[in-house]
């Protein structure tokens, strides 16, 4: 074996995972560490030392493009996977604008500025103009976790980022077809029948191949252990069937093959989803890594100035002018559209099919050489752009939190039901999640927003409203899960907002999750699932409000009730929000209300015909009585 191919495709690795890893730790766009690194190690290394410098051409030879080309099609599909219905109703005619005039728009008006600025023939600058309308999930879906904007303008922001990717691509090879490839007098035919059999053979492919997997994974045709390589095996074949039946239409197809797998109704494919979102890191570390190893210093020099103000004309010109014609007439507000007008980061599409034109291009056209030069550039200042400002300008506009109080609770078995509930009347946002469906049925049958799914599934982030939503309480009956929760939240939420209950007094031992993996305990040490389930079900516990003022402060409510009562969430009196931990660092004080859980207390007749109330006691209305027992989830 080659030991300088076998050190490179490590070095890829490497450098890819260890660029998400630092970019997660900084709390940075992974795209910008990952083009960094592929830079120092490509034509940074070329300069100082050749020996190390990783070169994807010498690498992969021949096979580069297409493996790039499979790797793309995957991550699209895996897009495709994320986009559901539902939104449709609500999103469906913005995004219908924005990837048909507003794709147009952004089309023509960055040709107009790749001509008069950069220099570039019209041919040319049209290519350019084509290649970077696309945007794309690798960039767009990590922004939105961050940023979790409100209302319906999450769910339009990533519809555009993933449908347009196919679109654009297929423009582009329409555009390459007509400017450059196709005979006198034949491009206008070329372009109608590319996109009649792009959206016929292309969409078609799609759809029966998605409804094969479903079709094979119900009726029990493959084995679980091989539903991911068939589903992978389904991608690449509807891929490459596709583009031979009309060119670059493949993207189109594995599209609509994730939107159709992930829509129908007859199959469970999770399992698939979970899979393909974990190949997908890879994939964009992978990727990434090699298209900005094969930059050269002599094309980046090339750029100048002028590729500089062509990228800063994309944000503030021509994205603001596409945004406003494709919104004009909609229910969206100012505050929506200007958001929107401020969201259109490049990714991995514009990247990879960038380079497959450069190729096509750079003998007949010596000036297409900069086309991938130009495109990193454009990915760089975007994200770089969109990254830093867009979870700001959100809260400046009111479409995110800047101090989010809600609770998302992790479980919804009966005493995460009825805490939820006494939270949600004392006007704290609250909503549950668990993977019992019955549990989530009695939920939303109180009224509580609840989601049925896996806590740790990447898709949750894309599809729960976080808006208003600061902590998590990880009150399931399993260590691991609860753990594995905070790990995943903390990034949403940071350390200090992720909460979980108190480790089995049976696992504190060698085999116990380890300490540094448990969020904030919740409660007191000794407060375990089991111990909560006892005061709950064996003790008729229930939850109440109480009222903290100046004569009944929270040193006489301890001493009224001793250890018989649990604090566990405080009401400030200004709306903020505080869990009360197994440290006891949150005190109520007067003008606050304290969540707790104790025993129920039954007035006197005679005090109940004289309507009498203590001070500091609270309602009957706001006591949850006692459920009956039943199934408890695991989140």
């Not at 219905?85 to 913005?94: E, H, N």
């Not at 297929?170 to 009649?196: D, Q």
């Not at 004009?328 to 514009?350: D, N, Q, S, Y």
């Not at 504190?508 to 448990?518: C, N, W, Y």
């Amino acid at each position: 074996m080659d030991e300088h191919v076998l050190v490179g495709l490590t070095a890829v690795v490497a450098l890819g995972v260890g660029a998400q890893w630092l970019a997660w730790r900084l709390r940075l766009p992974s795209i910008l560490l990952l083009l960094t690194f592929g830079f120092l190690a490509g034509p940074v290394a070329r300069s100082f030392w050749h020996e190390v410098a990783i070169s994807p051409d010498d690498l992969f030879g021949k096979l580069l493009l297409p493996v790039v080309s499979l790797s793309v099609a995957v991550i699209l599909y895996e897009g495709g996977l994320s986009l559901s219905l539902r939104d449709l109703p609500k999103v469906g005619g913005v995004v219908r604008n924005l990837v048909t005039v507003g794709m147009l728009v952004t089309w023509l008006l960055s040709a107009v500025a790749a001509h008069w600025v950069i220099g570039w023939d019209w041919n040319l600058s049209l290519l350019a103009g084509a290649l970077l309308v696309v945007s794309g999930p690798t960039v767009i879906l990590p922004l939105l976790r961050h940023v979790r904007p409100a209302g319906v303008i999450g769910p339009i922001i990533k519809w555009e980022g993933i449908v347009i990717d196919p679109i654009g691509a297929l423009l582009a090879v329409l555009v390459y077809e007509v400017a450059f490839a196709a005979a006198p007098g034949e491009g206008a035919s070329t372009a109608v029948m590319g996109v009649v059999r792009t959206v016929f053979l292309g969409g078609g492919i799609g759809v029966v191949a998605g409804l094969l997997l479903a079709l094979l994974v119900r009726k029990h045709g493959i084995p679980d252990f091989l539903h991911n390589a068939v589903s992978l095996m389904l991608v690449t074949a509807a891929y490459t069937g596709s583009n031979a039946l009309q060119g670059e239409s493949g993207l189109f197809a594995v599209t609509v093959m994730g939107f159709a797998l992930a829509n129908q109704r007859f199959a469970k494919v999770h399992h698939i989803i979970d899979f393909k979102e974990n190949l997908r890191v890879l994939l964009i570390s992978f990727l990434f890594i090699l298209l900005s190893a094969r930059l050269e210093f002599a094309d980046l020099r090339e750029l100048g100035l002028t590729s500089v103000l062509f990228v800063l004309l994309l944000i503030i010109v021509v994205r603001p002018i596409a945004t406003a014609v494709s919104t004009f007439g909609t229910k969206l507000t100012l505050p929506e559209r200007g958001f929107l007008a401020w969201m259109a980061p490049r990714g991995i599409v514009a990247a990879a099919v960038a380079s497959v034109f450069a190729l096509r291009l750079e003998e007949s056209v010596p000036e297409a050489r900069a086309l991938v030069p130009l495109t990193f550039l454009t990915i760089v200042m975007t994200v770089a752009i969109y990254g830093l400002t867009a979870a700001p300008l959100a809260r400046r506009l009111g479409l995110a939190d800047d101090s989010p109080q809600g609770l998302l609770i992790l479980g919804a078995h009966a005493w995460a039901r009825a805490l939820a509930e006494i939270l949600k009347r004392e006007n704290v946002q609250v909503a549950l999640v668990d993977r019992n469906r019955e549990n989530i049925k009695s939920a939303k049958m109180a009224g509580i927003t609840s989601y049925a799914d896996n806590v740790l599934a990447d898709h949750l982030l894309e599809e729960i409203d976080l808006r208003g939503i600061g902590r998590l309480l990880a009150l399931t009956p399993n260590d691991e899960v609860n753990a594995l929760a905070v790990q995943r939240f903390e990034r949403v939420f940071d350390r200090a907002g992720v909460y979980q209950l108190a480790p089995p007094t049976e696992r504190r031992g060698t085999k116990a999750v380890p300490r540094e993996m448990h969020g904030r305990l919740l409660f007191g040490r000794e407060l375990t699932y089991a111990a909560f389930n006892e005061r709950f079900f064996g003790r008729g516990h229930v939850f109440r409000a109480t009222s903290i003022t100046e004569t009944f402060s929270f040193d006489a409510f301890r001493e009224r009730y001793g250890d018989n009562v649990v604090p566990m969430v405080i009401r400030r009196a200004n709306g903020d929000v505080a869990v009360i931990t197994a440290q006891q660092d949150n005190k109520p004080r007067a003008g606050d209300t304290l969540i707790s859980l104790g025993p129920r207390e039954e007035k006197s007749v005679d005090d109940k015909k004289r309507g009498k109330k203590e001070d500091g006691e609270t309602d009957p209305g706001n006591a949850i009585p006692l459920p009956g027992r039943e199934g408890m989830g695991e989140g």
